[in-house]
Structures are given as C-alpha cells and as structure tokens.
C-alpha cells in the first residue's frame, strides 16, 4: 500500500514538473507603418522547428518550452524580427516593410530594366542557360516550346535553316507576321525569305537570326503590348523580341576562362518503305525506262550481267552511254509473255533511301574569357560550329563567332560600354523539293534495280553525236538528249545547289553621363 501511494506521489509530482518546465505565448502581431494587423506571419522559436503563423486578425498562440529564449517573426515582404522572451507570455510584435527586397526585372524595348509587375506588356522570359542546354545549332529552334503563345516553325531541314516565330498567333492575312528582334538595343531582321532562282528550285534560306551564338545569350525576353510597340511603331506591331547578351563580372580582378565542346549526331526520324521484289516495268513485264515499278518478278530472273543491245543495225538500238569509271549502258530489250524478264539478268537491288540520306553530325566548341574589377569588366568568346546535315554532300553549315563586350566607369558620373561581334557563316544547301526534280521524290519514284550512282556520263546517239556531262535517271537510263522527266536525285544533290558566305560585324558602343542624382 505504502509502496503504490509513493508511486503515485511520485507520478503526479513528475507532471507538475512538465507541466511547468512549458508555457503559452501569445500576441498580436502588426504592421508597422499602417498599424493594422499581419495575417499568416510565421512564429517559430529560434533553433526549433517549434511554431505556428498568425491567423486572419493577426494574433497567435504558441505552447513552448521553459528553454525558449528567441522567437523568430517573419513574412515576405517584411523585415523579419528575432523577439527575447524573456518572462513574458505576451508578446505583441511590430514588423516593417523590407525595401531591399529584389523585384523581378524585364527589359524593355530600349533596353532600360523595370519591374515586372509595373510592366504595360505581357513578357515571356527564358534564360540562356536553358537555351544553350536545348543542344539546337541555331537560336529560335533552341527557344521552341519554351515559351506560352510563342509558334516557332522551321523553314526546313537543311543546316542553319531559317524558322518562322508567331507570338500569340497570326495578326495578318497577308503579312509578316513575325515580331522585331532587338539585340542589346539594336534592331536585327530574322527575314528568310527566298531571293531570285532560290525560290524557284526550292532552296532554302537563312535568317540572319540564326548568326547569334547561343552561347553568348544571358536572357531572351518577348513582349506583346502596346508599351512593346512604343518606341519601334509599326515594326513593333507583332510584337518583340529582347536578346540581352552576355557580360563581364567583377571578379576581383580574375580571369574565368570557360571551355564547351558538344557533339551530336542526326538521322532521319522516319523514311518511307520502298519494295524491292518487283523490278521497273508493268504489268510483270521489266520495260527500262518505265515509269511504273510493278514489272517482273526481280529474284526469278537469271542472275549475272545485263544484255545490252550493242549492234548499231539492231532492232531496238538507242545508242550507249559512257560513265566515268570507263563502264557503258545500252538499251535493254523489254519483257513479254515468254518472258516477262527481256534483257534483264541482274538480281541487284538499291535502298534508294540511302541514295539521299546520311548520318548528321555537328561538332560545338565554345570558348569565354571574361572578369573585372569594381570598376571595368570585359567578356571575350569565340565560337565554332560545323554541322554537316543529313543529306549526302553538300549539305553543310559552319558559323564562326568572335565577341567582345567591355566596359568601364570612369567616374562617379562617367560610364562607357562597347560590344561588338564579328560572324562569319558559310553554309551549302541542296534543293529540297521541286516538283520532278525534288530529290526525295525522284529517290522513292526510282525502281529498285535501277542504280542510281550512275548519274552523269557521256551518251553517244545513234548517229555517233556525243552529248557530254548527260544527267541520267531511270526515266532516261541513257542520258539521251531528251529530258529527264523524273531527275536522279543524286544528280540534284552535287548539281542543284546554293552556297552563301555572310561575313557580319555589328557593335553597340554606349556612353552613360549622370551629372546629377535624380
């Protein structure tokens, strides 16, 4: 008995110790400059995760324990306040307004930064550190999808090829649509439309866009609105694009220097299947020259070399041509009932696909030296990009970037800031598509006996006249002064090309003067 008595003596006298080793603070908490009271402030004790946050009239309640001796009152936008307890249950707390807070920041048309919130625009931002991680060769393709309202379609597949940019959708039938680039301050056109017999064969263009080193972009910024139309008027009317390069920081008188090479490589995401049983020809008969690819059946054919029609007093004789490895072609006797095979022995087949198309593959190196004191800072980088695409020869882009962006303060009142930025682009395009003689056209049209490497040579007609450098396709197996019809797409790749060299210099210089504090 007296046992469980001293138990519970010694029970009740352990919870009056914890019951008073805890206490309830409570208060109001208010703002300073206009005296009304803080909802949702964070009351946490200090090296604790012991707290509460005040509720809609701005008070709180808070069990602690007897080792409190901070509290810590805090809200965004407010200074936060680390409070002594003390012996107080009631702590009232005034918090200030913290006007050192940082604002998010935009660029406008003229290059001034103001805050976001008080911007007329929309803006959409992207850094360039996620532009540059977009692995793209050229600027617009590496913002794609990056930003809400923003339509970025590429002209086409060849390296460096040009990209269309809508914001917010098309304000015009019948015009650009495109908006007005701004690149620290300098108005830049991305037009990329095709000039003269360009247009005409179907070779696609560049925008001048496409010169920028991504590399060198710090931020990119698009506005829509009328505050984003202020300065440039109609230009502006589509919208603008803001591009903020890169610039020195201070370093403490340091030298960062920063390499970046990248490799990628590139393949056609889907090609069409083409049937390769069947040789040139219709109805089961092989007929060379035929426009159709449903002729004889190609593996019950005899295998071995082609029976050409050589003799000049021969029926059916056309002439030959002459290819530069020395060998020849003649004409080759049709298909009929008896056998729907003719003169054709040859159990060869071509992926015509292969024809046209390679692996891709471009190669990125990036170099930056940059740094700075309290009073200069400089930033200087070069950039190499070589890209050869996925069509076979020339289909090449190489842009080279030197940079240099520097600037000083003089004085108190005196600034002066230079960027200059020399391009160099030479690129080689093939002609995408032009009805007959586009070259995936004339690739999936070709019979798969037919070779299409034999492209060029030398024809001889019946009469002995000789026609040099004749194109031959499979529409014209001999290269006789007719015309093609259909064209040997690997005749358009070396023959129907464009080449262009952009040699660029652009510079911003920039001089500030502030006489006065305003």
Known sequence: MIKNLLLIFLTFFSSQQIFAQNRTLSGTVTENETGSTLPGVSVIVKGTSIGTSTDVNGGYKLNVPASATVLVFSQIGMQPVEEPVNNRTIINILLRRDTRQLHEVVINAIGVEEEKDKFASSVSTVSGKNIAQSGETSLLTGISSKMSGVLITRNGGDPGAGGYIQIRGQNTINGNAQPLFIID???????????????????????????????????????????????????????????????????????????????????????????????????????????????????????GNDTYITNPAAAGYQGYVTFPDGSARYAIASGNALNPHGGKNSVNVYDHNKDVFQTGRFFDNNLTLSGGDDKSTFLVSYGNLTQNGVVKAFSRYVRNNARVNAATRFNSWL?????????????????EGDNVDGILLGATRSPSDFDNSYYTGNYTSTTGEVFNNAHVSYRNPLGKDLGTIYSNPIWNIYNNRNTSDVDRLTGVFELNVTPLSW
Do not use: C, H
Request: glycine letters at 12%; proline letters at 2%.
């Open 185 to 303: 301050g300098m108005p830049v056109s991305n037009s990329s439309d095709n000039i003269g017999a360009a247009a005409a064969n179907g070779i696609i263009q560049q925008s001048r866009i496409n010169d920028i080193n991504p590399e060198d972009i710090e931020s990119l910024e698009v506005l829509k609105g009328a505050s984003a139309a202020a300065l440039w008027g109609t230009r502006a009317a589509n919208g603008v694009i803001i591009i903020k390069t890169k610039k020195g920081k201070n370093t403490d008188g340091k030298v960062n220097i920063t390499f970046k090479s990248t490799t990628s490589f590139d393949r056609v995401n889907k090609l069409p299947a083409l049937q390769s049983n069947y040789g040139q020809g219709s109805g089961g008969f092989y007929r060379q020259g035929d426009k159709l690819s449903f002729g004889d059946l190609i593996t019950a054919r005899s295998g």
């Open 415 to 431: 600034k002066a800031s230079a960027n200059v930025v020399y391009s160099k682009v030479n690129s080689m395009r093939t002609q």
